[in-house]
């Protein structure tokens, strides 16, 4: 597991940094810096190789301009006060370090409210109609593709420039889906805010119900069951395994290997009708909350242990396949190339990290939950290319598999409470987090009086996106759909 | 490539047979919301649903939004006496009235469904789908694509999907209408030939769900255009959905007849 993270050596960070170090949860560094040093730490913490996951501002009376790090197994959040008659700084991190480029409009956006200078083309309002042009050249044109794509997928805009072949620029267009879901958390209990937080990002909600629970247990000190943990991770593990036989059907689609699209589409069925034997819901709704779960499954650990039996053996025999056909192959391998080093500049994270040699994964990082007992294998390979994201995936779904069958043995043997009461009142504020099936995933809740404040969500989706504007080095347009397939992401929880 | 085909053929057959057959929601399955008794209600029983379905009048009637009801169980829980959680696929309605239960029980809807069987059987056309995304959690796509997979199937039945709008005869409609998406779901529906059909797919469609009208969103998509049938659930299963395509195509050929 991790090692036990060097305090000495992050102490010294608040020194350097000029910051003052204020009470916050484990893994949690909160540093506190004048408005004017802001910048200067940003820049220190990104040449101590720290990972930025988001900007955000925290709510009034005392607001502050938060910014999110992920530095060897704890997270550091630097604020600095932002009321509104200490503007925020107008040099724009983003300038130069893209991973916070989109975080930092989205928030200087918000902050702005109606008074953003006219004309200029907003991030968080995008005009479906508005066409960019920005290279020059014989017969280069510019593609929107979207918000109504072909085919049933969620609305999201590609800007694609080309000659007919090359893409030498593309841009993507998020936040047609921006429907406010932050500001539907505020007002209510923990208990009921958690089913907003399940309906951020639909394909993810269990990650999404794990990530805004442990972060109200964070900012409340509490701790769940221990048999509450394990179905959590079940839970987790089979919403994974959903997502990535979903990525591998839309892959086999898209080359027209028909029956191997058939294979992993029955596989993915039959993983949503587990899902929905176990908890009512399809997408594994309404189990998980903050303090455990609100019971146990539907059907017992025999009957899951047999699914997942069956469901192993007839994906070994699938994925033989599939990587033996070489017509599938062929278009992946190579396929929409992007370097360690594009992918630690653009901080991305998920399957798209691993499968550019980068070893990040929530689970293992920061482990939170049962999986410091569970011990995740961290699955990366290095080739950078859509196979290499595929593989990631099928990795990651044998690791997911073991891990279901070690939680229903681990929930065989113990029994006790599944259930731990909040403290009436509770006020608090902390960061939660969890590995979504498209990556990393940090929600940061305040809570007053026992009820939510300010929710804010840094989802895995929107940060990959950033980078997926430059996973065509040498690809034409008709690699296109198997580039964004690869990737996995969904636009619900990066507009949000 | 032969390995594949063996591989097909090698299962038996997996998909429903459902409108002709029912098919059975699991056991516990969260379809939708029952009512089970309208009357005599306290006032504060309302104020446990957090998108604000539930209503109780001065007579202390009870009712239940199901256009609103994002299937969370607040109510079920906290008050197991009158509300349960019913397994039931066929959720779908004409209209977003018949949605409101309590007062006047499922008894009408159950006739529409009767008749269904039938009219699926004479369905000899084929009928051309077409989605569009206007602010969805992204479920609902998840629900639609899973109809052409082969549990599910519903090109046995005549639908087939389709890129162009300009070739389809109906529009499912997911999410409660960002803005931004509002004139591309316009221009969407107005180029869709006549006869035509719109479907609203999903609780967050019918009726806005969590999301009130409020500038950001339209809060369902009946605020923008007309819906012919309202599929609500948080997300609506693919048998929901289902239903709810047979229901949309009967009035398509009524049209049709008319014109």
Redesign the interface.
Known sequence: MNGIPPIEALDELAQRLDAKVQPGPVRELRLRTEPDQFLGAVRQLHEAGARCVTMFLTAAPDQTQTAVFALRGQLVLLGATATPDTPLPADLIGSWWPTVAWAERELHERAAGPAAPPGERLLT?????RLDRNVSGLDVFTIPYG??R??????IQFQIETGGEDVPRLQTRP???????EA?FTG?TPD?AV??AE?????A?CAYASAFSHAVERALGVTPPARARSWRALYCELERMACHL?VIAKEAETTA?Y??Q??F??L??RV??LR??LT????G??VILPGGVRGDG?IGLDEVHDALDELEDELA??RR?FLG?A?MTDRLIGGGYVDRALVERYGAVGPVARASGLSTDARHERPYGDYDRLGVRVVVHREGDAMARINVRFGELSESLRISRQVVDHLRRRDGDLLVGLPPHGTGAACGWAEAPQGELLVWVELADGVVGRVHIASPSLRNWALFDHAFPRDVLTDFAFIEHSFGL????A?R | MLEWILRGLHKRRITTRYPRAPEPPPVGFHGRVDVLRPTAAAPQLADVCPTGAITVDDKGELRLDRARCILCGECVRSAPDRFAFGSSYETASRSRERLVVGHLGDEHIDAVRQTLGARAAGLRKSIHVRHIDCGSDGSEEWEIQALWNPYYDIQRLGFFLTNSPRHADLLLVTGPVTEPMRKPLERTWQVMPEPKALVAVGTDACAGGLHPPDGITAGGVDQVLAVDVYVPGSPPAPIAIMHALLLATGLLTAEEVAA
């Open positions: 309002q995008p005009d479906a109609d918000p109504v072909s085919g049933v997928f969620e609305a936040f047609f889906k921006r429907r406010g879901i539907r209510l009921v089913h907003v309906r951020v990002a639909g394909i909600s979903d290997l029956v191997g058939a294979r589409q029955i993915k069925e949503q009708r929905a034997r009512g819901n399809r997408f709704r309404g539907i025999r699938d396949l056909t017509s969904t636009p619900a929880g507009d």
